[in-house]
């Protein structure tokens, strides 16, 4: 199959480790659209939906480490926010390791394309989304 | 005082707002009393009454535990429903609505007054409060992506639900980017995934939503399993105890600060 | 021309021959209801039916229709106007709705005609089926719109026995029948007898309480009376009253922006939406529930009379059965009687 359109939701953080590993040179999968948040908390189920809609085969969402965190750590929450979500994908027929989470530190550029490709990978195994087509729950 | 009296047509009732005794004759209480009542005690500035099914008992604890509703502020009479009864589409017969058969307890978790019923319909609220816990899973096997298509985008539901109050509702349209406000078939089921989602770990179960859908679409299905999952993963389920704290991971609605 | 008949074989031929060079529509089983679609052949026409969910006005003025596209390039603006579309033969249209297409004529045509509307209306050939099991919630009887004949048939087609007796009504519904004359028949006498007693017992099946003479004098009477405060009470605002009425016909403009191109589209609407009256600086006249809930009865029964010289409600009786709060149109009619 032809790269997989991969829409990449990042935290700041982890969205470093995307400019880390630019300056490094190290590449990662050409159909990524990378797009940067503030936290990964702050990503709301709509977003994700929509990447759907427009055509993405699947969605990556990277946060950062809880062992990186002060305290609290968001990324847990959007951890069990991107499940119930999965769950709702699966009902209406759409995979759900389409919906992808990666956990990575800032300044990380190789982790960051490491994880990015194998979670791209997984994706691309499932082959395309014809989001309209979908039928049967998973 | 909030509660029922006939409607226009065999096989109805619909809500009607009592403001002295002599009108409370007009009150009703049958198989037919459909709609969510609760959603008229939200912004409501005087103390009222309000009678409450099962679900609307669950709507209300939602409520409250939003602080939409003042607890202080309403009387709840909760009578033991026997379910709400729809004409089938089909036949020409009236039948329990789906997700009255799903439900998880007929009698309101929090009243002030319970009616229980002469001894005829207590026995069925009993029998019909065991043929539940036996289980009567939600539908398996629906083809959502095709049901969605045959939404009108009306958004009755949005409107018809006790639950949803946000002062600016993200999928009327006004956030263009969203969904539009007019029928795009491709966003059909942007709309019904992003309103499952504003509804995991909220949805009550009354039907409300259901009810009002022109094309019949059993949202209640979707919700509930959802729901399910919820509960598996957070251990919370909604509309039971007032003073539980709906888990941080389920969606807010947004509601302006006045 | 005088009456003709055709059997209901001979109409699933004709059908099978019109799909081949053209769109036929005709009432589809969708989910628990019916809708207006586009059949394959004859096979797929169903008949048996009191009235879909959404009234065929959707092929006269869709839920969502292209006006046009256009693209900038080099500083030039190019539009594309949308072309339009084969010619419909739309198959079994209730009286109710066939009268409501007139209403809406008058609205789209008159001094300033729409366009899209026109254009639609034009390729459009009306083939109305009486109603032999009006629901309780039918009330065309009260404004003359049903149950037997609708005032936009082309061809008026009633069932008897042996077939369809078949009446044209306009030129367009005539020079369809010449065109087709081989799946027609001269109705026979008994089939006219069998038409007239049809007829007659569809209309008396339906209650008269309601009149509907001088109702647009009577809702003038009553516009600051406390019952629309009342009424609108357990109005919950969905709007679906408007969204399957088959007289309603409020649109709003969209337009998708996709960086030099664009399309606009524009898509039903409904007065009930709290945003309908908005303005920008903020005003609106209407901005409570009452004042909303009263505007739909008020332009149904009192302003497009006024303007239009047809009451626009047609007894479909749509709103009645699928409002969730039961507001009945029949109870704002009856109330000044």
Known sequence: MSEPKIVAFMCWCSGSGADQAGVEKISYPTGIMPVRIPCSAL???????????????????????????????????????????????????????????????????????????????????????????????? | MIGYEKGSSPGRARPCFVSSPQDA?????????????????????????????GC???????????????????????????????ASQTSRKEILAGYCERCSNRISPIADIAILGNSNEKDAAERFARDVKAGKPSKRGILWMEEFQRCTKCLAC??????????????????????????????????????????????????????????DIPLTDLYSRINEEVEKMLGYVPGIDVNTTPPVELPRPKVEKK | M???????????????????????????????????????????????????????????????????????????????????????????????????????????????IDPYYSRNRERTLVLGVSCSRPEPTCFCNVFGTGPVEGSSDDISLTRVDSGYVTRPKTKKGRE?????????????????????????????????????????????????DPYWQELSRRCIECGVCSFICPTCYCFDVVEEVNGNQGRRSRGWDTCQSCKFSRMAGGLDPRPTKPDRLKHRFYHKLQYMPMTFGAISCVGCGRCVSRCPSNVDIREVIAKWQ
């Open chain 2, 56 to 86: 609307d008992g669950r709507a209300i604890v939602e409520l409250i535990k939003d602080k939409q509703v003042d607890r202080d502020r309403i009387v709840i009479i909760a009578p033991a429903c026997l379910g709400v009864k729809r």
């Open chain 3, 2 to 112: 005088t009456p003709f008949c055709i059997t209901e074989s001979s109409l699933k031929h004709l059908v099978d021959q019109l799909a081949k060079e053209q769109t036929v529509m005709a009432p589809v089983k969708e989910g628990s209801g019916f809708s207006f679609k586009r059949i394959a052949n004859g096979e797929g026409l169903c008949l048996d039916f009191t009235n879909s969910t959404v009234p065929p006005k959707s092929v006269l003025l869709p839920q969502l229709e292209e006006l046009f596209t256009y693209e900038v390039k080099s500083g030039k603006v190019r539009t594309a106007g949308s072309t339009g579309g084969d010619t419909v033969t739309l198959i079994g249209v209730r009286p109710c709705d066939s009268s409501a297409f007139s209403v809406l004529d008058r609205v789209m045509g008159g001094e300033y």
């Open chain 2, 158 to 215: 949005i409107k018809s639900c006790p639950l949803c109050y946000c002062t600016e509702c993200e999928l009327d349209g006004s956030l263009s980017s969203l969904v539009s406000k007019l029928r795009m078939p491709t966003e059909l089921p942007t709309f019904h995934l992003i309103r499952a989602m504003h509804m995991a770990g909220r949805c009550v179960g009354c039907g409300a939503c259901e009810a009002a859908c022109p094309a």
């Open chain 3, 176 to 224: 369809f029948i010449e065109k087709h004359t081989e799946y027609f028949r001269e109705a026979t006498q008994k089939e006219l007898e069998l038409f007239e007693l049809e007829s007659s017992r569809v209309n008396k099946s339906m209650e008269a309480k309601l009149k509907s003479e001088g109702l647009p004098e009577r809702m003038s009477k009553a516009f600051d």
């Open chain 1, 43 to 138: 990503l709301g189920p709509e977003l994700v939906i929509k990447a759907f809609e427009r055509g993405a085969d699947g969605v990556i969402v990277s946060a950062c480490k809880p062992s990186d965190m002060r305290r609290v750590a968001p990324s847990r929450l959007t951890e069990a926010r991107l499940e119930i979500l999965r769950s709702l994908l699966k009902e209406v027929g759409i995979e759900g390791e389409r919906l992808q989470m990666a956990w990575i530190s800032s300044q990380e550029g190789a982790k960051f394309a490491e994880e990015v490709s194998k979670a791209a990978e997984r994706i691309a195994s499932l082959g395309p989304l014809e989001f309209r087509k979908v039928t049967k729950p998973v």
């Open chain 2, 25 to 53: 004759t007009r009150l009703v209480w049958n198989q037919y009393c459909a709609a969510s009542l609760p959603k008229y005690l939200i912004g409501a500035k005087d103390k009222v009454g309000i009678v409450a099914k």
